[in-house]
């Protein structure tokens, strides 16, 4: 059992994640990478607007303070 | 008694909370992990906007600040 | 006489508060912990909307930084 | 002649201060304790929304973070 | 030539600044003090919304984290 | 692989990325330097609004916390 | 090459900056000092809102949380 929430991003590393933002921004990708700040690092993301695609990145870093929740 | 208001995170490991967030959103589901920041991990969480289910998760991390109340 | 602000929560503890947040909402309860970002720890707390009673919780934790005004 | 902005609060200890908060809200009131984060106390404290008196309070603690300005 | 953007307002204790703020707010008044923070005192203080005066304060402090520019 | 968000960074010195800001603000430049706080200078840079080419910079530093996405 | 985007401010001292703020609004004029917090201190400002002069200014103090852009 994950003791801290941070936990469960370690886990998640390598594997595909849903982050949801403030506004009905969502991501998905593979999780590279994270820091203290929830600043998160995805690969093969997908950015949707209100569900819907809107782009792909290769890359793509998303500063912390935006994000709402998590789900690996 | 509780003496800080995170006792009452801690004695709800393991149980149902109603996470009631900034905005007409809220989230119930099992506590796993809480941290200082008020970052939340739940599993089986049910996002509800509005008072009408939206979204199951398996695992949800919640950042700590977009919250409203917790209540156990 | 109170010499800190945070005195006067000191003082109401195991007795009831009103708590007035950003936006149109205030909750009341028993004061039962605090801490110093101001996270209050209610219990048999109500949570009114344009001063009418939308919910009681039999434990509320309060995010600090939501917090427009406490009165004992 | 003060020297520092929270000089003009301590000097007002036991007085009625003025203090105008973010949107049309203001709080009159004997002023019995601050702190470094500009939480405010008062005693016998009026809340003001447009001008109109809207609630009396014994006492009143004020979140800093609010606050637009104070006047002694 | 000032070398930190706190020298003007060192320069210019016992003169009248204009602190413009977010919003269609400013206040012109001499200034009395000012901290790190940018919480800044005004003596002779007048309040100016849109352009026109609205009110005048014998002593004001002004939080700095609503400041936009303060101008000598 | 990266361990760390910033990695990608690090690794983007020299080359284009797309700095995408909250709002419908976004930016496109050879990226030159940045710090911890997500403080970017780019170089050629080109401001976009809405997808529309707004402004040209020769240089162009953001300031990080308007900052939602960065993609290299 | 600049290493730290606060190098571009460096460099820029007794030149033309146009510092771009959240909202429409812009200012240009000769950067004399700035801080870590961003905070920009100008001569012979001019505050521009959508693109039309407004304010001349002699001396303006600006506070960097409102920091969009600057560039040199």
């Keep these: 059992m994950a003791n801290r929430p941070f936990d469960v991003l370690n886990e998640a590393i390598g594997k595909e994640v849903l982050v949801i933002l403030k506004g009905e921004i969502s991501v998905r990708g593979t999780l590279k990478a994270f820091d203290v700040h929830m600043n998160i690092l995805l ?30």
Tied chains: 1, 2, 3, 4, 5, 6, 7.
């Design 43 to 72: 690969e093969n993301a997908e950015e949707l607007r209100n569900g819907e695609l809107k782009t792909k990145f290769g890359k793509l870093m998303i500063r912390g303070d935006n994000i709402l929740f998590v789900s690996p």
